[in-house]
């Protein structure tokens, strides 16, 4: 198979784990994934994933009901610590090799997060999931996810979401809303498209990251956006 990318930052929300239901972690729906994720680690793509935490813990919704948002956002890290683990383990029993780094250290059950070693993983083809966001409070893992790509030197992030792309409204009130099929960073911020958090997309602006934004929830989909199809909405410069 030809690829397009040799490596690829895939930034998967925590609602991605969460499937259908309304809380926490699917474990068959990570199981697809993993399986996706596997697929194209076996063609040769370096792979290191950004997980959020939105499926077990949000900060900013604990603080709008009263807690501290640093405290609230340390406890949104550790869910999404959860998460990474749940992916490793479903990656580690269809045979691929992964390791967690974590930005907040837990060494009894994750490395902690150092570049030159994830970098180092990834060249011997293992995948490296990234957990507890940049470490800090006030940020998010879309933030995380742009901030790890440029570290590691990603050639792109892969948004996988819900939806297939970013349209010009909200697909589900506007049945009539437009996908678009790429973008300018300028115009995400300018029209506020609620696709990263504006952090991010400043960051990837400022590093030339391309984003590709596309539904996770098609088979398949990892392998066509590998392949360089633009099964989505791509965001650049
Ligand atoms: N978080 C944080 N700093 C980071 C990344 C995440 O404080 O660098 C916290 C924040 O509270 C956030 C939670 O972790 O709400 C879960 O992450 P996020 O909401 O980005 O997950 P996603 O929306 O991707 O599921």
Redesign the pocket.
């Known amino acids: 198979m030809g690829t397009n990318y040799r490596r690829v930052l895939l930034k998967l ?3 991605a784990l969460m499937g259908n239901m309304g809380y926490g972690i699917d474990p068959e729906v990570v199981k697809e994934i993993a399986q996706e994720i596997a697929e194209v680690v076996a063609t040769g793509v370096q792979i290191a994933i950004v997980v ?4 077990i ?4 919704k604990a603080a709008s009901a009263g807690m501290d948002r640093a405290a ?3 406890i ?2 550790i ?2 610590v959860m998460n990474a683990m749940t992916l490793q383990d479903c990656l580690e029993r269809i045979g691929v090799q992964t390791r967690v780094q974590t930005a907040i250290a837990m060494q009894e059950l994750a490395e902690p997060y150092i570049r030159r070693r994830a970098i180092r993983h990834l060249e011997k083809g293992r995948v490296v999931i990234f957990g507890a ?12 996810a742009a901030l790890r790509a440029a570290e590691i030197d990603a050639e792109v992030i892969f948004k996988a979401t819900k939806v297939d792309g970013i349209y010009d409204a909200d697909p589900h009130i506007y049945p009539e809303a437009k996908r678009y099929t790429s973008l300018t960073y300028a115009h995400v911020l300018a029209k506020d498209l609620r696709v990263m958090d504006s952090t991010a997309i400043a960051l990837c602006k400022d590093n030339n990251i391309p984003i590709l934004v596309f539904d996770l929830t098609v088979r398949g989909n990892v392998r066509r956006a590998v392949l360089g199809e633009n099964i989505g909405t791509l965001v650049g410069g």
């Open positions: 929300s925590g609602e959020g935490g939105g499926n813990f949000r900060g900013v609230a956002d340390y949104g890290m869910a999404t966001g940049s470490g800090n409070p006030f940020f998010t893992t879309d933030t995380t």
